[in-house]
């Protein structure tokens, strides 16, 4: 298995990672806008990224997430953080462009990116927050993340009916 070839450290570090993921699962919708606002913001310290970049990092973590978590948990938002654009979206259309800025975010260090940005299929936080705003529809070709759910879940034998579930992670 890919694990037994990875430091004790780095180990150690997905370990940690998974847990806090599957803790943000069980969390309530209130909670987990708070949660995700929060790492959106912490994520945004570790970077130079400014709300009006035009790259799918900048919109994650300036629109996208925080767009998610109003509506997930009714909390307060930055001026800085309201991207009207990502506003008038639908939560169908919203879902469709998490699916799309996920699958194109760049890979960075800080924890907070980490979590926000994990492989949905192995638990992501926002995921979870597009699962319970507009739940996924297997086949469904224009919504990006349930496709990739979808594929992996396949591969793996596990069941996917367009909502994420710790059962479609190995182990």
């Known amino acids: 298995m890919f694990r037994m070839h990875l430091s004790e450290e780095c180990r150690s570090r997905l370990d940690q990672e998974a847990s806090e993921a599957n803790r943000l699962y069980r969390l309530t919708n209130q909670w987990l806008a708070s949660a995700l606002l929060k790492l959106a913001?912490?994520?945004?310290?570790?970077?130079?990224?400014?709300?009006?970049?035009?790259?799918?990092?900048?919109?994650l973590v300036w629109g996208?997430?925080?767009?998610?978590?109003?509506?997930l948990g009714r909390v307060k938002l930055e001026v800085a953080e309201i991207d009207w654009e990502v506003r008038d979206l639908t939560n169908y259309e919203l879902r469709c462009r998490i699916g799309a800025t996920l699958g194109?975010?760049?890979?960075r260090s800080s924890a907070a990116w980490l979590l926000l940005?994990?492989?949905p299929v192995n638990g992501n936080p926002v995921a979870y927050g597009a699962d319970r705003l507009q739940p996924g529809v297997v086949g469904d070709r224009q919504d990006?993340?349930?496709?990739?759910?979808?594929?992996?879940?396949?591969?793996?034998?596990v069941a996917y009916s367009g909502v994420w579930s710790p059962a479609l992670t190995p182990g």
Request: net charge positive; charged share 35%.
């Open 41 to 59: 913001r912490e994520a945004r310290k570790s970077t130079t990224l400014r709300p009006d970049d035009c790259t799918y990092d900048s919109s």
């Open 144 to 157: 990006r993340l349930t496709c990739a759910i979808a594929e992996v879940a396949r591969c793996r034998g």
């Open 64 to 71: 996208v997430v925080p767009e998610l978590a109003r509506r």
């Open 104 to 107: 194109n975010v760049a890979e």
């Open 117 to 119: 940005t994990r492989t």
